[in-house]
């Protein structure tokens, strides 16, 4: 069994703050800051370039990828770190196109995240071989799966309503009309138990900032089946992914394996503070934390529910069918969710009218699900974010 309270322990969470937002940006694992600190002062000061060597940071995009493989329920040595989510879309994409040439279209839905579909959208146009991207609603997708698409590229969790596509049934039904699948586990790493190689997906990408921890700008990762790893063009063909990098060689072969995704020189201090992450999730079974999601999850939608009637849920009813976060609908939900910040209750809003909710055992207990429902009710029922103050914009919402 994981012991919640000892994972809790683990983490700075500031003091009267109850964080419903990391699903977003995880809070700071406790040890990250000397594990930086180490890097900077031991590794990066002392060793400097002898680092890349003997501090292995050249090898940490595949073992760091190694420890998350674990996580996702993907084989060792098919998961690479580094870039952002947003260009780890663009090479799988990439690579996944390369292997259909002769068909046409990218199936997505119209709840994906944004940058997933701009991708896209770019690609299409610097290839230039008539592809069309097809974002039906997100019910819909199964019955658009047929001979004429080459890519199926779902996001598995909807980030605005919590909303969970069935990656094993999609998967099969694609792969039974030659689809080649991706799947974005932004909202799915580190909150919901995960078998990529169970559910025979193709490729897979996610970030690290989001349920895992990593930190502001941490990496993403990405799994390419090892079905396809030797075969997998790396659109974004970097030195770091070449065979041998250290010949500079001006003609590039692939490396062997998922490591060909690399592109460039991975971000080293942010590899340390992802890496004190996983120490906390090397204490975890993900079973238990997707049991104690749907435990707070269920919690917090009741007794919202119980005590404001304003706020429609917009996520689905059915636990099965979500992910970590529980999400509302408010004509005023930016102004709602300043005024729940301004009282220590920190979620976070989507427009054009969702509250969200991230629900995190790690760190999340009973009691600050039902202090945050409480002030939710408070917030709502007595009009407290009908306040000016709460309706200045931020850049990030
Ligand atoms: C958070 C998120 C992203 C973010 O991409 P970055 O390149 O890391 O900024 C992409 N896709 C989805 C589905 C997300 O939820």
């Not at 998350?68 to 260009?87: F, K, W, Y």
């Not at 959208?121 to 001979?147: C, F, K, N, W, Y």
């Not at 600050?368 to 850049?395: C, Q, S, Y």
Request: aromatic share 8%.
């Amino acid at each position: 069994m994981t012991n919640f309270a000892q994972t809790k322990e683990q983490f700075h969470l500031p003091k009267d703050i109850i964080y419903l937002d990391g699903n977003s940006l995880g809070p700071l694992p406790l040890a990250a800051c000397s594990r930086v600190q180490d890097t900077m002062q031991n590794e990066w000061g002392e060793l400097l370039i002898r680092g890349w060597n003997e501090a292995s940071w050249f090898s940490q995009p595949i073992s760091v990828g190694d420890r998350l493989a674990r996580l996702i329920g993907a084989e060792t040595g098919s998961v690479v770190v580094g870039d952002t989510l947003s260009i780890k879309i663009f090479q799988a994409l990439g690579a996944a196109l390369a292997m259909k040439p002769d068909r046409h279209v990218i199936l997505s839905d119209r709840g994906n995240f944004p940058t997933d579909l701009y991708m896209a959208e770019g690609l299409i146009q610097s290839l230039d071989r008539g592809l069309q991207l097809h974002t039906p609603a997100p019910e819909a997708v199964e019955a658009s799966i047929d001979e004429s698409v080459a890519v199926l590229m779902l996001t598995e969790v909807d980030y605005r309503t919590g909303r969970r596509h069935d990656m094993k049934k999609l998967t099969a039904k694609a792969h039974a009309h030659g689809v080649i699948t991706i799947w974005d586990l932004a909202h799915s790493a580190g909150a919901l138990p995960l078998a990529l190689s169970e559910a025979k997906a193709d490729f897979a990408c996610g970030c690290t900032y989001k349920y895992i921890n990593g930190g502001p700008g941490a990496p993403a990762f990405m799994y390419v089946a090892p079905r396809h790893a030797d075969n997998a063009e790396p659109i974004l063909a970097g030195w770091q992914g070449h065979a041998e990098p250290f010949d500079f060689d001006l003609n590039y072969t692939a490396h062997a394996g998922a490591a060909r995704m690399r592109v460039g020189t991975p971000p080293v201090l942010q590899m340390a503070s992802l890496e004190a992450a996983l120490d906390i999730w090397e204490q975890v079974d993900m079973h238990d934390v997707r049991e104690q999601s749907i435990v707070l999850s269920e919690r917090f939608i009741k007794s919202v529910e119980r005590q404001c009637n304003q706020l429609k849920l917009a996520s689905p009813r059915d636990p099965m069918q979500r992910g970590s976060q529980v999400s509302f609908h408010f004509e005023h939900g930016y102004q709602a969710i300043q005024a729940l910040i301004s009282r220590g209750v920190i979620g976070d809003f989507r427009a054009p009218d969702i509250m969200r909710f991230g629900l995190t055992p790690l760190y999340i207990t009973e009691a600050d699900v039902d202090a945050a429902a409480d002030h939710i009710a408070t917030v709502i029922n007595e009009r407290l974010w009908d306040n000016p103050e709460f309706m200045r914009k931020g850049t990030v919402t």
